[in-house]
């Protein structure tokens, strides 16, 4: 199967810690990724020295300035993300800004060279959403029709994350997608958040949820058997760490207000097959399934969020890359799995560069 290896530029070191974008894709380019998913964040941090600072147009500027670095390491931009707390919202009016909002993330798209935007699902509190599933259908109907009139076209792809507020599985997830029923408007499907809700629970002192392993025996086979190929625009990798003992409020992870499995992501993601620093999640299944039961090609993308990446040291861009390559090579044995070279193409000497420096 041919598939693209992708990183998120978050996910090799957070701006806010001064982490450069520029240094951060040497790395991704340096330890073999053909691919970046842009974290808004890093797009926004390049407008801080530029005159009038967070502005729309100097966002399009940095934007023209991202494409070309990217362009000059041979990295296509896959998409930018995430697009966050759109759907659902009882507040009208806040709706109307939201969907202004990204009548610029369009343009910044364009500008970017990328033509899909990540969605993932709403968190905010119960309070303020909508429990009316084809509301939110209708919501992101707007978005898709937004994207269908712009030139070129923009994609979407709809993301569960496991602690979302009305919209926590893949399979609801893929229920808002039939009913938003646009070309334009896909399935993000990915390893941490599906195994991260049916198999995990960071709360728990076992860190799992009971009749785990069968809750994803059958939640795989109703993935291959439901969802189309087609519709799944975007695979995101993560495994994640367990912890020692269980995330409550005396962990040091915890935030007031926060869900445990919000608190575990931000704090305790993997790269696939870290099990010396406590990867448990059963991310190979979920793999199998999507790429040789349902059979996807196309971009997969490390999405790693860890307290390591808020670290001030200078070599984490380049810690964070080759555990990524390495990662990315036991998944590709393990799977079985082919990888491709990405739009702006990758040599095999590029690749045996790679499993040198390894």
């Not at 699902?121 to 978005?143: C, G, K, V, W």
């Not at 406590?278 to 971009?299: F, I, N, R, T």
């Amino acid at each position: 199967m041919a598939i693209k290896r992708a990183i998120c530029t978050m996910s090799l070191g957070r701006c806010f810690a001064g982490h450069s974008l520029a240094h951060k894709l040497d790395m991704a380019r340096q330890y073999g990724f053909t691919g970046i998913e842009l974290f808004y964040e890093d797009l926004v941090d390049l407008t801080r020295d530029m005159p009038g600072g967070d502005t729309e147009a100097n966002q399009l500027s940095a934007a023209t300035s991202i494409r070309r670095l990217c362009a000059e390491r041979a990295l296509d931009i896959i998409c930018l993300q995430p697009f966050m707390h759109y759907e659902g919202l009882l507040d009208r009016e806040l709706h109307g800004r939201r969907l202004q909002e990204m009548r610029f993330w369009v343009q910044l798209a364009h500008a970017l060279g990328t033509d899909l935007v990540c969605l993932p699902s709403s968190f905010l509190a119960a309070a303020e959403l909508t429990d009316d599933m084809d509301r939110i259908a209708e919501d992101f109907r707007e978005l898709a029709d937004l994207g269908l009139a712009s030139t070129p076209v923009i994609r979407f792809t709809y993301e569960a994350l496991c602690w979302g507020t009305r919209v926590d599985t893949w399979e609801a997830s893929w229920d808002i997608v039939q009913r938003v029923a646009r070309p334009n408007f896909g399935i993000c499907l990915d390893t941490f958040n599906i195994a991260g809700r049916i198999y995990a629970d960071p709360a728990a002192a076992s860190g799992r949820t009971p009749d785990c392993d069968a809750a994803v025996v059958k939640s795989l086979s109703r993935l291959v058997s439901t969802v189309e190929r087609s519709k799944v625009f975007l695979v995101q990798l993560a495994d994640a760490e367990r912890l020692a003992r269980p995330l409550d409020e005396a962990h040091p992870f915890h935030v007031a207000g926060q869900p445990p499995r919000m608190s575990w992501s931000r704090n305790a993601r993997l790269f696939y097959g870290e099990t010396a620093q406590g990867a448990y999640l059963p991310v190979k299944s979920v793999l199998d399934a999507l790429v040789h039961g349902l059979g996807y090609e196309g971009w997969m993308s490390f999405e790693v969020f860890n307290r390591r990446l808020a670290d001030e040291d200078k070599d984490v861009p380049e810690k964070m890359a080759r555990r990524a390559a390495v990662a990315w090579e036991k998944m590709a044995r393990d799977v079985h799995i082919e990888t491709a070279a990405g739009t702006s193409g990758a040599t095999a000497a590029d690749h045996e560069r790679t499993q040198a420096m390894l």
